[in-house]
Antibody, heavy 126, light 107 residues
Framework: QVQLQESGPGLVKPSQTLSLTCSVS??????????WSWIRQHPEKGLEWLGF???????HYNPSLKSRGTISIDTPKNQFSLRLTSVTAADTAVYYC??????????????????WGQGTTVTVSS | DIQMTQSPSALSASVGDRVTISCRAS??????LNWYQQKPGKAPKLLIY???NLQSGVPSRFSGSGSGTDFTLTISSLQPEDFATYYC?????????FGQGTKLEIK
């Protein structure tokens, strides 16, 4: 079955750029049926959706990222990535990648996320 | 943004109890409502999608209902493995938003 695995540095210095990659195995990221998301969870807090990307490269972002975030897709490598610039301590969190099912691509409407990575902890500290 | 509000924030119950968790959206989301279960140190697990559809592999003691702005997750007979935190999420519009979570604890 489909599996997702996050990778990237566990420690990032303030003001630097955080880059995470999600590798997809057991299925193709090019399927038009799914969207590919990033979600984070601050320590002992709830879940925050960061954004998602379709196989076509079309993206939807959470405005809370204030244009610091970029999600990209690499279909030959079956991966998608998150890049977050100018990080601060407030970006310290567990970051998850996940797959959801598209319902209406034009509006971003979809079903819930049925496959998740295990999560990767990112700490922003000097 | 659509705000999602869950109640209660925490709940104590016993094995075998019937439990209900509520989720209210700040505007209509039709049926674009999902429920997740999360255990400590683990990724969330999808239980219910589109308000009332049971995700494959999820036990039938879990059920969801509602439409518009008011939704409910019901666990018909609590099992020991059900003690966890539960989140609702709307996927009607972006940004997708989650409720604050309901922590289900053993009484």
């Amino acid at each position: 079955q489909v599996q997702l695995q996050e990778s990237g540095p566990g420690l990032v210095k303030p003001s630097q750029t955080l880059s995470l990659t999600c590798s997809v195995s057991g299925g193709s990221i090019s399927s038009g049926v799914y969207y590919w998301s990033w979600i984070r969870q601050h320590p002992e807090k709830g879940l925050e959706w960061l954004g998602f990307i379709y196989y076509s490269g079309s993206t939807h972002y959470n405005p809370s990222l204030k244009s610091r975030g970029t999600i990209s897709i690499d279909t030959p490598k079956n991966q998608f990535s998150l890049r977050l610039t100018s990080v601060t301590a407030a970006d310290t969190a567990v970051y998850y990648c996940a797959r959801g099912r598209v319902v209406v691509a034009a509006t971003g409407q979809g079903y819930g996320m049925d496959v998740w990575g295990q999560g990767t902890t990112v700490t922003v500290s000097s | 943004d659509i705000q999602m509000t869950q109640s209660p924030s925490a709940l104590s119950a016993s094995v075998g109890d019937r439990v209900t968790i509520s989720c209210r959206a700040s505007q209509s989301i039709t049926s674009y409502l999902n429920w997740y279960q999360q255990k400590p140190g683990k990724a969330p697990k999808l239980l219910i999608y589109a308000a009332s559809n049971l995700q494959s592999g999820v036990p039938s003691r879990f059920s969801g209902s509602g439409s518009g702005t008011d939704f409910t997750l019901t666990i018909s007979s609590l099992q020991p493995e059900d003690f966890a935190t539960y989140y609702c999420q709307q996927t009607y519009s972006t940004p997708q938003t989650f409720g604050q979570g309901t922590k289900l604890e053993i009484k």
